[in-house]
C-alpha cells in the first residue's frame, strides 16, 4: 500500500493516497467545521448582539474588565476584520476553491456546514492549507469564548429588597444569577431597579465618592468626569441649612448626567 505524508504543514503523519491529510488531521478538521456550524451564529449574532445591547441599554460602556469594546472589537477582528486571518475571508476563500456555493445572506454557519459535506473533502488540493487556517481560528474562537465568560462586569446591585447584594456577569449575559438570595433576573430588570434607585436617591458626595459609587453599581464614571460637570455648571454644589455649600453634590443629579435622559424614559415607558 502506497502511503505518503500529511500536507498539513503543522504534520508529518503518515497518510494513504489519494487522501490529502491523515487521520487525525481529517478528524480535527471535521471536528472544527462541525465546530463553526454549531456555534458561529451565536457568536455571530447571539453574543455580539448582547454586548451592544449591554452599551445601548446602560448608556455608559461597563466597568471592570469592562471592556464591550474591545470584547466587541475582538469578536468582529475575529470574524470579519483580522487581516492577518478571519473566519469569513478563510471559509469564502475555501468554499470558492470547492466551488461549493456561498450566497450573499448565508452565514458563516451555513457556509461551514456546507464545507464539511463537500465529498472527498481531503482529497482537495486546498484543503490541507485551510483546514489549518481554520484549526487556528477555532482555537482563537474558542478562547475568545472562554475569555467571555470568565470576564465578569458589574451589572449593580440585586433587585431583591431583602438583598441588594452586588451582582456581576459576563457582558454577554442573558440571565443574571445573585450568589446571596439565588435568585435569576433578567439584566432589563437590574438596570430598571439601578435607574430607579439611583433616580431618588438622597447620597451625596465628592467628586470621588460619586465616581466610586457609580463604579460600584456597574458605571464607570472617572471623578474627572464629575469635576467637569461641575465647573461647567452642569452639576450643582449642595447646601447647608445656612445656604452655603457643601463641596458635595447629588448623586441622583450625576446618575441623570451619567446615563442620558432618552434612556431612562425608554426604560420608564416599558
Known amino acids: 500500500m502506497n502511503t505518503d505524508v500529511c500536507r498539513n504543514p503543522k504534520c508529518s503523519r503518515p497518510t494513504t493516497p489519494p487522501h490529502l491529510l491523515c487521520e487525525h488531521c481529517t478528524t480535527t478538521m471535521m471536528g472544527d467545521l462541525t465546530w463553526l456550524t454549531r456555534n458561529l451564529d451565536d457568536l455571530e449574532n447571539g453574543r455580539l448582539n448582547r454586548i451592544n445591547n ?14 464591550s469594546a474591545p470584547l466587541r472589537e475582538a469578536v468582529l477582528d475575529l470574524l470579519h476584520v ?4 478571519n473566519i469569513e475571508d478563510t471559509l469564502h476563500a475555501w468554499a470558492r476553491c470547492l466551488n461549493v456555493h456561498v450566497g450573499m ?4 454557519a451555513t457556509t461551514a456546514e456546507r464545507i464539511s459535506r463537500t465529498p472527498r473533502l481531503d482529497e482537495h488540493a486546498a484543503t490541507p492549507i485551510y483546514a489549518a487556517e481554520t484549526h487556528t481560528l477555532v482555537r482563537r474562537a474558542q478562547n475568545l469564548i472562554r475569555m467571555m ?3 465578569r462586569i458589574k451589572w449593580g446591585n440585586c433587585p431583591n429588597p431583602d438583598c441588594q447584594q452586588p451582582l456581576t456577569a459576563p457582558a454577554d449575559a442573558e ?3 445573585c450568589p446571596h438570595c439565588h435568585c435569576k433576573w433578567a439584566p432589563q430588570i437590574v438596570w430598571k431597579s439601578r435607574d ?11 467628586y470621588g465618592e460619586l465616581s466610586a459609587i457609580l463604579d460600584s453599581l456597574g458605571l464607570n464614571v472617572p471623578a474627572a468626569t464629575i469635576r467637569s460637570w461641575a465647573y461647567r455648571g452642569k452639576l450643582n454644589q449642595t447646601k447647608d441649612t445656612h445656604g452655603k455649600p457643601t463641596g458635595k453634590y447629588r448623586l441622583a443629579d450625576a446618575y441623570q448626567l451619567a446615563v442620558p435622559n432618552h434612556d431612562h ?5 416599558e
Open 54 to 67: 449591554r452599551k445601548h441599554d446602560t448608556g455608559r460602556t461597563p466597568t471592570t474588565a469592562s471592556a
Open 82 to 85: 483580522d487581516r492577518e486571518g
Open 105 to 108: 445572506r448565508d452565514s458563516l
Open 149 to 151: 465568560d470568565e470576564t
Open 175 to 177: 440571565t443574571i444569577d
Open 196 to 206: 430607579k434607585q439611583l433616580k431618588t436617591s438622597k447620597a451625596e458626595g465628592t
Open 265 to 269: 424614559e425608554k426604560e420608564d415607558d
